[in-house]
């Protein structure tokens, strides 16, 4: 009995030992790395504040020289928002820090790059002089970004508050970097994207609004009084995805692949990245999500761990800004409108693997195949031979050579004639394939929210 004793009390000092242990060098690893990288970077921080004064000041000289005009003046806000000040107080608009926004690839042009500058949009309206750094991987400088999104969104942004911080080591979160183990490579290749971040300026706000959710994890932990926010567009992993590895499921880009022992111990690595992927989605301060399907999964996947931390906000869901707006002011729905209206069939989407071009090409080929020789289709008294028109942004080598095949693929399906693609375009060229289109096409299996669907809807397509 005293030898039991001895050995349990002997046991018991051992495990307090390693867990005291543990619990110093994780407190020794945040103070330090914490510490090192506020100080290498306090100073680009004074740096950047006093460039966004010195540009703030030389805009409003030029602006005081302008035409007054109710058109120029830059829009305002209301002071109140819901849920920004107790007891209904008017919000605090002077408030001056910096809200990072993590986006390696704000240059896509794509949907989620419009949540991006509709959030910095609004940000600046409410918070006039709060300074809005995005961290991102494109090599573009401001003034061309800035036009790009105008010309691209149709989203005019004040450039004075925004400051574009480069990060070096987008390498390491592509796709192509790791043909095997591709989700964990990208998700820990993150991580030195987060530190090439924190390395460049600490923010008062961290926002991560493309779906690196290990990011978040990371200046959680090494900044743990710095608030976080994430807009999640599609979850990294989702229990539709673990179904579509088996044979029945048959949808999506790794549908069938779960078969044998290969597919066995792949489902098992997607078991253990989305038991990870969890865990890191619980450290998030504020989650927002596009649609309720991917807050469904999101709950799923980081619900338990976020009510073990106890995050008092719930997933909520906020969709994303589409110009509805804007398309209802350019295309009026009357009959004589329609009567523009061409037998084309129009996708909108950015050209990646997983948006399905390919499908498309080959419906549409089969389907002039089963028609006449010569299909012709009649809308408001003119007839004109079917058209497909395919219009998506490229961000990469990658998405040039994907368009590169498609047009081969095209070619090969006999429908070069009838088929348009068109990238990058402008926001007014949408509008007129909008307003000349007669259906509109999705192709993404499991989409999470489709923004080029309610355009669709809303061009009366």
């Known amino acids: 009995m005293p030898r039991t004793a001895s050995f349990f009390w002997r046991l018991v000092n051992t495990i307090l030992s390693i867990g005291i242990t543990a619990y110093i060098f994780k407190w020794l690893l945040q103070t330090t790395v914490g510490w090192y990288l506020r100080r290498k970077t306090s100073a680009q921080r004074s740096l950047l504040l006093a ?9 409003q000289l030029r602006e005081s020289q302008l035409p007054k005009s109710d058109d120029n003046e830059w829009e305002k806000v ?29 240059n896509a042009g794509g949907g989620g790059e419009r949540v991006l500058w509709a959030a910095i949009n609004a940000t600046q309206k ?30 005019k ?37 987060a530190y090439d971040a924190f390395s460049l300026l600490i923010p008062d706000i961290f926002i991560d609004t493309m779906g690196y959710a290990f990011v978040l994890a990371f200046s959680k932990f090494f900044f743990p009084t710095i608030p976080t926010g994430a807009y999640v567009h599609y979850p990294t992993i989702s229990t539709d995805m673990l179904g579509s590895l088996d044979s029945s499921a048959g949808q999506g880009l790794n549908a069938g692949t779960g078969k044998g022992l290969r597919g066995f111990a792949k489902k098992q690595y997607w078991r253990l990245f989305a038991n990870l992927y969890s865990r890191v989605g619980g450290s998030v301060d504020i989650v927002m999500t596009n649609s309720s399907w991917t807050a469904s999964h999101i709950r799923t996947l980081w619900g338990p761990a976020r009510s073990k931390r106890r995050k008092p906000h719930p997933v909520s869901v906020v969709f994303p800004p589409v110009a509805v707006d804007e398309i209802v002011r350019s295309i009026p729905l009357t009959q004589e409108s329609e009567r523009d209206r061409q037998p084309t069939i129009l996708y909108i989407a950015q050209f990646r693997p997983e948006k399905n071009h390919t499908l498309l090409l080959r419906s549409f080929a089969r389907f002039l195949q089963s028609s006449s020789s010569s299909p012709l289709i009649t809308i408001g008294g003119k007839s004109s031979p079917p058209k497909l028109v395919l219009i998506g942004s490229v961000r990469d080598s990658a998405d040039a050579t994907r368009v590169y095949d498609l047009r081969l693929l095209a070619h090969e399906l006999q429908i070069t004639k009838q088929t348009t693609f068109i990238t990058d375009a402008s926001f007014p060229t949408i509008l007129t394939h909008l307003r000349t ?4 096409a999705n192709c993404m299996w499991n989409e999470h929210f489709g923004i080029g669907v309610v355009e669709y809807l809303a061009a009366g397509l």
């Open 51 to 59: 460039r966004v004064k010195l540009e703030e000041s030389q805009l």
């Open 78 to 106: 209301e002071k109140h928002a819901v849920g920004s000040a107790p007891n209904g107080q008017e919000a605090d608009d002077e408030w001056e820090g910096i809200i990072g926004f993590f986006h390696p690839f704000c």
């Open 126 to 155: 409410r918070w006039p002089k709060a300074v809005c750094v995005v961290y991102t991987g494109d090599d573009a400088n401001k003034e061309e970004m800035l036009a790009k999104v105008e010309n691209r969104f149709n989203i």
């Open 157 to 193: 942004l004040r450039p004075p508050t925004i400051i574009f911080l480069p990060l070096t080591t987008r390498y390491y979160v592509l796709s192509t970097t790791y043909p095997r183990f591709t989700l964990l490579g990208q998700s820990l290749g993150s991580l030195i994207l």
């Open 437 to 440: 289109a007669s259906i509109g």
